[in-house]
């Protein structure tokens, strides 16, 4: 079945880079583009990053551009998502996604599996 599992997550000060892994299986990998999303204390699910099934292409949240950086390895099944400059506004649970090949990359309705996220939490 297809899983996707986070890893990276934790506690660090306003201006620190944690550099976030989801790792994928039971499926066919290099087909699929993936996300990432996060939801923070009371908030709902909002987009963070996307990138397409080769790595050539990736879009981010406005909030996170220019920080924020999305790859992946298709060799080792996995994507990651590298935090620069971090705020204490990013506090929050950080969910991989997989996209289930929509025409957009923005909405959670666009993605059709999820990990269980991990934590990433910015003191100021």
């Known amino acids: 079945q297809v899983q996707l599992v986070e890893s990276g997550g934790g506690t660090v000060q306003a201006g620190a880079s944690l550099r976030l892994s989801c790792t994928a299986s039971?499926?066919?990998?290099?087909?699929?583009?993936l996300g990432w999303f996060r939801r923070a204390p009371g908030k709902g699910r909002d987009f963070v990053a996307g990138?397409?099934?080769?790595?050539?292409?990736?879009v981010f949240a406005d909030s996170v551009k220019g920080r924020f950086t999305i790859s992946r390895d298709n060799a080792q099944n996995t994507v990651s998502l590298e935090m620069n400059s971090l705020k204490p506004e990013d506090t929050a649970v950080y969910y991989c996604?997989?996209?289930?090949?929509?025409?957009?990359?923005?909405?959670?309705?666009?993605?059709?599996?999820w990990g269980q996220g991990t934590q990433v939490t910015v003191s100021s």
């Open positions: 996604a997989r996209h289930s090949r929509s025409y957009s990359m923005g909405s959670s309705a666009d993605y059709d599996y």
């Open positions: 039971g499926f066919t990998f290099d087909e699929y583009g």
């Open positions: 990138i397409n099934w080769s790595g050539t292409s990736a």
